[in-house]
């Protein structure tokens, strides 16, 4: 809890990441329109169209949020999750402090089995990795 309490500093964000997986459905009818004194409503049925995993990577002090969609929750969707926060949301940072869930995909390691070991260290050494209980 500790990391929580670090002041601001963005050369040292403190990120949050989670994923989850999301059924996609799509309606079987269309919805009929509000009104006044009416919300939206919606038909029961609908039709499944797949599921999709979705990570959030949110900076608690500025509340910043970043999504990432991928089909599977994989060690390679991860390490590419995470590439993508180190170079494209937070190029600048000295040291991202990632708290995150102990999943077995959430490993440094895994940033070495999909990328060649100069790529997957460059990415590791930005990272500080703070694992919830």
Sequence with gaps: ???????????????CLDETCMQLIGEVQQPLPVAPGCPARYHYEYVRN??????????????????RVSERRTMRDW?????????????KA???TLVMDNLS?????????????EEAKRIAD????HFTP
């Design 94 to 96: 000295e040291t991202i």
């Design 79 to 91: 390490a590419f999750t995470v590439k993508e926060l180190v170079d494209r949301h937070y190029p």
């Design 126 to 129: 930005k990272l500080d990795i």
């Design 1 to 15: 809890m500790d990391v929580y309490h670090r002041p601001y500093d963005p050369r040292r964000p403190t990120i």
């Design 50 to 67: 797949g599921v999709a995993n979705v990570f959030m990577m949110l900076e608690p002090l500025t509340g910043t949020c970043q999504v």
């Design 105 to 117: 995909t959430h490993k440094k390691a895994a940033l070495y089995e999909v990328f060649e070991p």
